[in-house]
Structure formats: C-alpha cells, structure tokens
C-alpha cells in the first residue's frame, strides 16, 4: 500500500536541515570559545536577566534624613556612558552580560556613598560644642566690664607684688644676715668703741633692721664728727666711715677754753689750752656756746676774716702765723694780732692789701727784734707808712 505523507499542519514548525543544524552547532562553539577566552565566571560578572536578592539594608533615620546627592566626576560618567554604550554585548539567548568597566563604576559609586556617610557622622555637630555668637553690649555694660577687668588685673598685680616682698622680707630677716663684726676707719680724735656705741648698733642685729640716715644721725652728735659713710658688707659686715672737724682755734669763756674749728663749730669745752691762736672779742652769749653749736652770724663773717689773715700769713715761705697767739675780733675794721715770743702787738686794721701788710710786718720784726712794743698798720698805706712804737719801760 502506497504511503500517503502526511499534511503538514500549519502550527507544526519545519524541521531544520543538516546544514543548519551543523552551522547552529558551529555558532555555539563559537561563543563556548569566546567565553573560554575572556574567562567568564559568575563570580566577577553580573547577568542581567537573572534575578538577584539583595541582602536587606538596614536604614538610619538619622543618616536618611541627611543624605545628599553625590556628586559624579567627569571620569565616572565616561566610564558610565562607556558601559552603557560599547561593553553590552547580547547573545541568542537574550541575556546581557554587565562589562567590568560597568562594575567598576557601580562599586566606585557605592564607595562615595559609604564615605559621604562616614563625612555626615564626622561632620555632626553636638549643640553644647556649637559656638554661640555673643551678644552685643551696651556702652554701659561695655564700660563696666572693662572697670571690671581693670580691678581684677590690678588685684592679680598687687597680690603677685605681696608674695614677692614677702618672700624678700622673710629672707632678709633670717639670721644668715646678722651682724657679727663692726669696722670703723678714718677716725684720729674719737675712740672706735666711741662711735659704735653712738651709732647704737650690736653684734647680732640684723644688718637690715636699721636706716643709715638714722645710724649717721646719731653718730653726728657728737661734735668732732662731720661726715659719716655707713656700708653694710653682705651678709654679716658693716663698715662706718668718718670725717672728724679739727679744733684750729679757741675762745675763752671764764676759766675754760672752747674748741672751734674753720666752720665755727663748737667742739669742745675744756680746761686745756691748746697750741692754736685764742679767739677773743666774739658776740656769741655764753648760754649758746654749747658743743655742736655753731657761733653766730657776726662772729662767722670776723672767722671768716681771721681765716684770711692766717692765709696770708702762712703763704709762701712766711712762718707769720705760727707766731700768732692771739687774735681780737671786737673791730671788724681794726683786728689785732698779739705776737707773745716777740713782746709785739699789731693794729692790723682791715683785711684789704693784706699781702703789703704782711711784708710790712716781717720788716718791722727783723728791724726791731729786741724791742718790746706795737706795729701800726691801720694806716693809708698809700699816704702814710706803717710805723713801730717801742713800749716805754716804768
């Protein structure tokens, strides 16, 4: 019986030839191959059309709220635009194949967002740590805070300048600084103990426990003393220093004779004469001739005078006042002078030409050696000459 082929049914799909089917099988190891040579594995590429499960996100209300766009740079979006375009390849089966360059961009992305959070956190400021503008003052208030600093910075001072002086105080007083030798120089007339025991001070005593001013003052008392120079020699030393008067003349007052020197000042009273001219004719009263005195105004202009007189007579190679012993200054216009080892007096007059009346009188001298008698020199030497007058012998 002939064989009736069947009718193709118009749903049934025609089969493929041989041909096709050995160009089929070549096309899919064509892309086994390709495959093979770029080493495809779904461990580093990402198949599009397979669904994937995400690990769920966990959200920070907080981080969500101060989540901002990230901003892509130039590089990121040429790779973006470079994956969308060239490394999207298709094959039969209809499934995209992401490219690396596609990968690459999504994790660079991804770690933008991480680091925009982490910059979010950092960047978090706490309200105590925000710094408050302060608030404008007034001109009142301003002037008071000012007034305020001042005080506070002038009792800082003050306090600082307490602590420091006491701290000096404290040290200057403890017994390293205590006084254990006393030196005395340049005195000739008053004994070392004698001005120690004026001065007041002692072994032991703190070297700063006394003025200088007071310590001179009280060594100044006695009248022999004019100048005083006290020393403190650190830690344990002090030194006074002194500059006695010399008694160069004196004055008579009953039985006693008083020391004076160049100054007029009152040295001592006593009943020893010394080998200096007595002073008589003075106008001082007898209740202010007191040690440490001075005379008065019109017996220091005649002292004055006398001092002249002595200058005179002890110029060059005279030896005119070593002769003299006594000299009366009741007349300022006619002192007179009392040569004792000559047996002469000399009516000197005033204290003008003096150098003239000086030659005059060491030629009277020389020329009447041996006679007893009186020098007239209270003359106008420019009229009338000096002259001798021998005293008449009873």
């Given at each position: 019986?002939?064989r009736v ?7 049934e799909?025609p089969r ?7 160009s ?5 190891e064509?892309t ?10 779904f461990?580093?590429e990402?198949?599009?059309g397979?669904?994937?499960?995400d690990?769920?996100k ?5 981080t969500k ?11 990121q979006e ?5 994956s969308?375009?060239?490394n999207?390849d ?7 194949i ?27 400021v ?18 008071a ?10 009792i ?6 307490a ?20 030196e005395?120089y340049g ?5 070392s ?7 007041g001070?002692?072994i032991?005593?703190?070297?700063f426990s006394?003025?200088?001013s007071?310590?001179?003052d ?15 020699k650190?830690?344990?030393?002090i ?5 006695e008067r ?5 004055l008579t007052?009953?039985?006693?004779y008083?020391?004076i ?7 001592e ?13 003075y ?9 440490g ?27 005119l ?11 300022k ?6 040569i ?12 003008s030409d003096l150098?003239?009346k ?12 041996k006679n ?7 003359v106008?030497?420019?009229v009338?000459?000096?002259y ?7």
């Open positions: 019986m002939p082929a069947k009718e193709k049914s118009k749903h799909k493929p030839t041989k041909s096709k089917l050995k089929k099988k070549a096309k899919v064509n086994e191959t390709n495959t093979k040579d770029d080493k495809f594995s461990d580093e990402i198949v599009i397979l669904k994937r499960i690990e769920p966990v959200v920070n209300k907080k709220k101060s989540k901002k766009k990230v901003k892509t740079t130039k590089k040429k790779i973006k635009s470079n969308k375009t060239k999207i298709d094959d039969d089966s209809g499934v995209i992401k490219s690396k360059y596609m990968r690459n961009y999504e994790e660079e992305e991804e770690e933008n967002r991480q680091n925009n959070k982490k910059g979010n956190k950092k960047n978090k706490s309200p105590k740590n925000v710094k408050r503008e302060p608030k404008k003052l007034t001109k009142k208030q301003e002037m805070r000012r007034k305020r600093k001042r005080v506070l910075r002038v800082k001072y003050l306090t600082l300048l602590i420091i002086i006491g701290g000096i105080v404290y040290t200057l007083l403890s017994p390293i600084f205590n006084i254990k030798n006393i005395v005195n000739s007339k008053i004994s103990d004698t001005i120690i025991s004026l001065s001070l002692s032991n005593q703190n070297i006394f003025w200088t007071d310590i001179k009280a060594i100044k008392q006695n009248a022999y003393i004019d100048k005083v120079q006290i020393s403190r650190i830690p344990d030393k030194e006074i220093s002194v500059q010399v008694a160069t003349y004196m007052l009953g039985n006693a008083v020391y020197n160049n100054q007029g000042y009152i040295l009273i006593t009943s020893k004469k010394l080998a200096v001219p007595v002073i008589i004719g106008n001082t009263p007898a209740e202010e001739i007191v040690e005195n001075r005379l008065n105004e019109t017996d220091l202009e005649k002292l004055n005078d006398v001092l002249k007189i002595m200058e005179a007579a002890s110029s060059g190679d005279n030896k006042a070593e002769l003299i012993t006594q000299i009366d200054i009741s007349d216009n006619n002192y007179i002078l009392d004792s080892s000559e047996k002469k007096k000399i009516y000197l007059g005033d204290v150098s003239t000086i030659l005059w009188i060491n030629k009277i001298l020389k020329d009447e050696e007893e008698g009186t020098i007239y020199l209270n106008n030497l420019n009338e000459e000096p001798f007058r021998e005293k008449v012998k009873v």
